[in-house]
């Protein structure tokens, strides 16, 4: 099975991320990679009423 990051598409591969595509037939896992999930959880917390936000 491949893990793709649902943003940027990127494959997990032994560990590391790269950009390239996935093979047709391969069954496919969905996931944020790193740099994309620290961009979407920015956003997130930004989006949250101030009273909210945990420091």
């Not at 099975?1 to 950009?19: A, F, N, T």
């Amino acid at each position: 099975m491949v893990v793709q990051c649902c943003v940027c598409k990127s494959i997990r591969d032994s560990g590391k991320w790269k950009k390239k595509p996935v093979s047709e037939g391969q069954q496919v896992s969905h996931t944020y990679c790193p740099h994309c999930l620290d961009k979407e959880s920015a956003k997130l917390v930004a989006q949250q009423p101030k009273e909210l936000v945990l420091t």
